[in-house]
Nanobody, 124 residues
Framework: QAQLVESGGGLVQSGGSLRLSCVSS????????MGWYRQAPGKERELVAS???????NYANSVKGRFTIARDSAKNMASLQMNSLKPEDTAVYYC??????????????????WGQGTQVTVSS
């Protein structure tokens, strides 16, 4: 199983920037989708951004134009550059790695791995 380790969270003032990183302890197979989710207190976990193994990206409307997801397949990692941060971006951010059916093994079920989460706090 893949173990995902996030880093880069912290406290920043409104308008500031942070860069989150996620590294897999094992080689990432293809096809796959890496993503960043976040969960604020009292709210459900939501997708922030995702990137497929062929580079297709998807963003939540709330972060379009401010956040950029990228990946380095050779290093088994993904990153999330967050600019123009707002207090409403405050949440625990989780890295995810999704494998569709048949990727991990013949006839394997779809599977998602999660990191432990990193706190991002934006002060006003």
């Amino acid at each position: 199983q893949a173990q995902l380790v996030e880093s880069g969270g912290g406290l920043v003032q409104s308008g500031g920037s942070l860069r989150l990183s996620c590294v897999s302890s094992r080689r990432i197979l293809s096809p796959n989708t890496m993503g960043w989710y976040r969960q604020a207190p009292g709210k459900e976990r939501e997708l922030v951004a995702s990137i497929t193994s062929n580079g297709f990206t998807n963003y939540a409307n709330s972060v379009k134009g401010r956040f950029t997801i990228a990946r380095d397949s050779a290093k088994n990692m993904a990153s999330l550059q967050m600019n123009s941060l707002k207090p409403e971006d405050t949440a625990v951010y989780y890295c995810s790695l999704y494998y569709p059916r048949g990727t991990l093994a013949i006839e394997s079920s779809p599977q998602t791995f999660w990191g432990q989460g990193t706190q991002v706090t934006v002060s006003s």
